[in-house]
């Protein structure tokens, strides 16, 4: 049983979304993957000014394949989202509330989840065509030169999601 | 004396290259389908099915089954009595550039592990080359994504370890893994040789079909063995718990030395990807 959420999230919400509940996300999420990290952990250190308001973004691990002229995106399923770990709790501290990507977190992650009251959710991995068809616009907005490895704005309609570890440090994915 | 022509070579990797990324291997949507019926709970049925409409809408769009479209292994069998007229390296090179633009697959690649520059043309590919005894060549594609790869591993164990020490450092590796690597998995398990030569053999076993088992009588066990024990762990499909952690588990053996007992295995995901011809 699926429910419908559109962002921007509010923090009341996010705080809510529990562990194991399934949602359709509309609305706007963003890219960024590995260097993608790297550059933003750079700039907070830097104090520089960043691409995206990290305090009502939501991130999606994600390094498409490139579209056909008649496509808005290409296969766009979710990366590993334990490499970006090393990273994310700089992030959160910085306003980042909620990620979108595949697998479990460490321990340091859940901890900045809890204590933010943000949230981590997984899509299907694996699945880049089925997730291609919930994307309808694709904008780049940061690091171009990163080609697949980018920060994109994506517009979703009902992008499946299942809450994987919740504001209260719960967790239904094997830790 | 035949001779192939390299841009053969290079059209017919080409094609492996666009079949492979797009198109599900037969044998995997059958244990998939099999993986659905079984599947014990609601979370696993649920991520089964998408995976498997995943597997239609790729097909039909013409669109890469998974966005990580992998780093390209090619193990070419030449035949004794063919000539190629013309660099084979290149050939199949070129063969991967093409299908990579046809295919809309993803640039992957970087030029060097730690400056990290992407290549541009998701080449250069990784070539095992080896001998056969006509006047064929056999070209197999297996596109191996990285979120698996990342999990796989080379235990050395002792020459002495009894069979259970064997299954358990394979379901140690199946374990760690978890949810990470896209599960259900296909496990390729090579055991004895070098250590490269385990390595090598684990990731050449994930070209057999699947649900076939070894015909010597300890390894059809330890495949079945794994099969069972690792369906038990609940990582299940996408790490939400369920008893279809993996699809198959596929051994191949080789000589050893006597103080040695390489075991290697090759952690593949759902979107187990390969394709292969004959010229």
């Known amino acids: 049983m699926r429910n419908n959420i559109t962002t921007p999230l509010t923090s009341a919400t996010i705080t809510r979304l529990r562990a194991g509940e399934e949602y359709l996300l509309s609305g706007e999420i963003f890219t960024a993957r590995d260097q993608a990290h790297k550059k933003l952990a750079e700039l907070i250190q830097k104090k520089k000014k960043l691409p995206i308001d990290l305090a009502t973004a939501i991130i999606y691990y994600c390094g498409p394949t490139p579209e056909k002229p008649s496509e808005i995106i290409g296969s766009c399923g979710p990366t590993t989202s334990s490499r970006m770990d090393l990273f994310t709790p700089l992030l959160m501290k910085h306003g980042l509330r909620m990620m979108i990507g595949k697998g479990k977190r460490s321990q340091d992650v859940i901890h900045a989840i809890k204590q933010c009251q943000g949230a981590y959710a997984i899509t299907y991995g694996g699945c880049g065509a089925y997730l291609q068809e919930k994307v309808i616009a694709r904008e780049v907005i940061a690091f171009p030169e990163l080609g697949p490895e980018a920060i994109y704005k994506l517009t979703v309609r009902d992008f499946p999601l299942i809450i994987a570890v919740d504001s209260k440090g719960n967790s239904c994915i094997n830790h | 004396m035949k001779t192939i022509k390299p841009q053969a070579i290079t059209e017919a990797v080409s094609d492996l290259i666009v079949q492979a990324a797009l198109i599900m291997r037969p044998d995997v949507k059958r244990a998939l389908e099999k993986a659905l019926r079984t599947e014990k709970?609601?979370?696993?049925?649920?991520?089964?099915?998408?995976?498997?409409?995943?597997?239609?809408?790729?097909?039909?769009?013409?669109?890469?089954?998974?966005?990580?479209?992998?780093?390209?292994?090619?193990?070419?069998?030449?035949?004794?009595?063919?000539?190629?007229?013309?660099?084979?390296?290149?050939?199949?090179?070129?063969?991967?550039?093409?299908?990579?633009?046809?295919?809309?697959?993803?640039?992957?690649?970087?030029?060097?592990?730690?400056?990290?520059?992407?290549?541009?043309?998701?080449?250069?590919?990784?070539?095992?080359?080896?001998?056969?005894?006509?006047?064929?060549?056999?070209?197999?594609?297996?596109?191996?994504?990285?979120?698996?790869?990342?999990?796989?591993?080379?235990?050395?164990?002792?020459?002495?370890?009894?069979?259970?020490?064997?299954?358990?450092?394979?379901?140690?590796?199946?374990?760690?893994?978890?949810?990470?690597?896209?599960?259900?998995?296909?496990?390729?398990?090579?055991?004895?040789?070098?250590?490269?030569?385990?390595?090598?053999?684990?990731?050449?076993?994930?070209?057999?079909?699947?649900?076939?088992?070894h015909t010597v009588a300890w390894c059809s066990r330890l495949e079945r063995d794994l099969i069972k024990e690792a369906n038990t762990l609940q990582i299940g499909p996408l790490g939400l718990g369920g008893t279809s952690t993996v699809l198959d588990v596929k051994v191949k053996t080789f000589p050893t030395h006597i103080a040695g007992l390489p075991v290697a295995v090759n952690v593949s995901c759902h979107a187990t990807r390969s394709a292969e011809v004959v010229l």
């Open chain 2, 41 to 213: 709970s609601r979370h696993g049925r649920e991520v089964l099915s998408v995976i498997l409409e995943n597997g239609k809408k790729a097909r039909k769009n013409r669109v890469p089954i998974c966005q990580d479209t992998g780093m390209a292994v090619v193990y070419c069998e030449v035949g004794t009595k063919v000539r190629v007229q013309g660099g084979l390296e290149e050939a199949i090179t070129k063969g991967v550039i093409a299908g990579t633009k046809k295919g809309c697959l993803r640039r992957s690649i970087v030029s060097d592990p730690f400056l990290r520059k992407n290549t541009g043309t998701n080449t250069p590919v990784v070539i095992h080359y080896g001998w056969r005894k006509d006047n064929k060549i056999k070209l197999s594609l297996l596109l191996k994504g990285f979120g698996c790869e990342n999990k796989s591993a080379v235990v050395m164990l002792n020459p002495t370890a009894e069979y259970a020490t064997i299954k358990d450092a394979v379901l140690n590796v199946i374990r760690m893994a978890g949810p990470n690597a896209c599960p259900p998995f296909v496990i390729g398990v090579g055991i004895g040789g070098t250590l490269d030569k385990a390595a090598s053999m684990a990731k050449e076993v994930l070209f057999e079909p699947l649900g076939k088992r």
